[in-house]
């Protein structure tokens, strides 16, 4: 059974990065053919996919969040990591990360964290 939890701060202040971690358990980040998923759901909004890390470490980042948006890995915690700097208020939101799947074109989440909570204020 795949398990995923993240961590990270609840509270950030805005212009600050925000970092969050994905401890995968369960499975390795580096078994094909799966694409390692950052996605938020704003308070009264929907999902909003952020990008994903594959399997062999390359990185997808959504367009409108490309300049202030990292993901990176780490093999040997079997860990990845969300960085997201210059927050503002619009950035608080449920953070989950999730295991995705791409098959014919269509993508499936299997797999999801629990979500944390992150609000940018000061």
């Known amino acids: 059974q795949v398990q995923l939890q993240e961590s990270g701060p609840g509270l950030v202040i805005p212009s600050q990065t925000l970092s969050l971690t994905c401890t995968v358990s369960?499975?390795?980040?580096?078994?094909?053919?799966?694409?390692w998923s950052w996605i938020r759901q704003p308070p009264g909004k929907g999902l909003e996919w952020m990008g994903a890390?594959?399997?062999?470490?390359?990185?997808y980042i959504r367009p409108s969040l490309k300049s202030r948006t990292s993901i990176s890995r780490d093999t040997s915690k079997n860990q990845f990591t969300l960085q997201m700097s210059s927050v503002t208020p619009e950035d608080t939101a449920v953070y989950y990360c999730?295991?995705?799947?791409?098959?014919?074109?269509?993508?499936?989440?299997?797999?999801w964290g629990q979500g944390t909570q992150v609000t940018v204020s000061s």
């Open positions: 890390i594959a399997y062999r470490g390359s990185t």
């Open positions: 369960g499975g390795s980040i580096t078994t094909n053919y799966y694409y």
């Open positions: 999730a295991r995705c799947t791409i098959v014919r074109g269509i993508r499936t989440y299997d797999y």
